[in-house]
T-cell receptor, first 112, second 112 residues
Framework: SQQGEEDPQALSIQEGENATMNCSYK?????LQWYRQNSGRGLVHLIL?????REKHSGRLRVTLDTSKKSSSLLITASRAADTASYFC????????????FGKGITLSVRP | ETGVTQSPTHLIKTRGQQVTLRCSSQ?????VSWYQQALGQGPQFIFQ???????GRGNFPPRFSGLQFPNYSSELNVNALELDDSALYLC???????????FGPGTRLTVL
């Protein structure tokens, strides 16, 4: 079953614009991670935010986490055509088993 | 690029056959997780290995089995293949406490 639900399912923007993607989840988490996937290839790790963190930055990426609303957002600033990909949020819960639970993903298209 | 490698890249099998997929983890990582990703879906957790022992399993039947070797590389075996087993199979390696998982490029399995 899917834990995370990303929103929107698809997003199309112009190069240079910002892209905001949202993720909601259902149960308590330890960490939330965002991944990028190009054309059905392997997942590229973008950023990990812990449950006691509220915001994190990495280059053009900004991730926020609101554990009271069980939601996270990924902001990509000044988007580039190379950012075109599918984006997934993944959560892991407490306990010894650190499996990741993924949503269905968001398809981002950045038009040149 | 992560240091996680998978082989083979693509594989075509017929229903009822058996398949073995291989994964080499990133240097220093002693935990390997396997995921199945059907077309248009997020990855689904199959199982995880830590120090050669299974450390958690998702909702997959026993015909999905695995191994981890002393050098932390891993195999995923699937017996009695079914058409629905057609998917991208991803392995990810991590340190057990951080759970920042790094994925390989995947193996695309097609069952005819």
């Amino acid at each position: 079953s899917q834990q995370g639900e990303e929103d929107p399912q698809a997003l199309s923007i112009q190069e240079g614009e910002n892209a905001t993607m949202n993720c909601s989840y259902k149960t308590s988490i330890n960490n939330l991670q965002w991944y990028r996937q190009n054309s059905g290839r392997g997942l590229v790790h973008l950023i990990l935010i812990r449950s006691n963190e509220r915001e994190k930055h990495s280059g053009r990426l900004r991730v926020t986490l609101d554990t009271s609303k069980k939601s996270s957002s990924l902001l990509i600033t000044a988007s580039r055509a190379a950012d075109t990909a599918s984006y997934f949020c993944a959560t892991d819960g407490s306990g010894a088993n650190s499996k990741l639970t993924f949503g269905k993903g968001i398809t981002l298209s950045v038009r040149p | 690029e992560t240091g996680v490698t998978q082989s083979p890249t693509h594989l075509i099998k017929t229903r009822g056959q058996q398949v073995t997929l291989r994964c080499s983890s990133q240097s220093g990582h002693n935990t390997v997780s396997w995921y199945q990703q059907a077309l248009g879906q997020g990855p689904q957790f199959i199982f995880q290995y830590y120090r050669e022992e299974e450390n958690g399993r998702g909702n997959f039947p026993p015909r999905f089995s695995g191994l981890q070797f002393p050098n932390y590389s891993s195999e995923l075996n699937v017996n009695a293949l079914e058409l629905d087993d057609s998917a991208l199979y991803l392995c990810a390696s991590s340190f057990p406490l951080t759970n920042e998982q790094f994925f390989g490029p995947g193996t695309r399995l097609t069952v005819l």
